[in-house]
């Protein structure tokens, strides 16, 4: 097989294996995140066309399409050279290998994707991951970009606290310069009612029925919230209970 063929690979244990995008990928997964989109597809075409571009931060909300729209990407750029590499290797430092292959075809782009990224303090995974995307006498190829998804905007847990502590304002120092290391960070908040229930209802189509909106409503707070998964959720829900 030709390597960097398909739009999507996972990188594990220092191999690259094909990962089989969902066939159903639409826009309309994405319904309410027009202004999400749009930013990251500004810099996706900066990126393409060799000039500046951003690492991505995804954050925000569970259910929102952070990962769906990490797919959507891989669907609409594949003809124009970009490939999402879905980096799930326990050792970090594995990345100097997937560098090399990078660099090997230099005429093509890669998101070097991190999913559900969260760590707790303390946490030494934290710091090596931290050094990989800050760099070192390595940095990243010109090639490629990191894209991460995290319901954390600073990817690790932060404590609540009012301290002139000289060693906890270092900690902040350290937990904020991961965080400038992706220059568009992205959020993705809690749906506003009227969203919700207009993305409900464009889900439910010709199922719909008088009250289903209080209906929809309940099934959002009894899953912690609304989120377009949990719109599309209530719709399928609807058809199984005719509730």
Not at 26 to 34: I, N, P, S
Not at 121 to 127: F, T
Not at 167 to 188: I, W
């Amino acid at each position: 097989m030709q390597q960097f063929r398909y739009p999507a690979y996972r990188w594990r244990c220092e191999k690259l294996t094909r990962v089989i995008l969902p066939e159903n990928i639409k826009d309309t997964r994405l319904l309410g995140l027009d202004v999400q989109l749009a930013l990251i597809s500004k810099n996706i075409e900066l990126f393409l066309k060799g000039e500046p571009a951003l690492n991505i931060l995804l954050w925000g909300e569970k259910g929102s399409g952070k990962s769906t729209l990490v797919r959507l990407l891989a669907r609409d750029y594949t003809a124009r050279g970009l490939r999402i590499i879905e980096f799930r290797d326990t050792d970090y430092y594995s990345i100097y290998t997937l560098y090399g292959l990078m660099r090997a075809r230099s005429e093509l782009f890669f998101l070097i994707y991190f999913d559900d990224v969260s760590f707790d303090n303390n946490d030494e995974r934290y710091r090596n991951f931290k050094s990989i995307v800050e760099g070192g006498l390595e940095e990243r190829p010109v090639n490629a970009l990191f894209i991460a998804t995290s319901n954390r905007r600073h990817l690790i847990a932060e404590k609540a606290r009012d301290t002139q502590d000289i060693y906890d304002r270092d900690d902040q120092n350290e937990q904020s310069s991961l965080f400038a290391r992706f220059g568009l960070a992205v959020g993705f908040y809690p749906l506003e009612r009227k969203l919700y229930l207009e993305i409900a209802g464009y889900y439910l189509s010709a199922d719909k029925f008088n009250g289903w909106e209080n209906a929809a409503e309940s099934f959002a707070l009894e899953r912690g919230g609304r989120s377009g998964r949990v719109a599309q959720q209530f719709a399928v829900y609807h058809k199984i209970s005719g509730e």
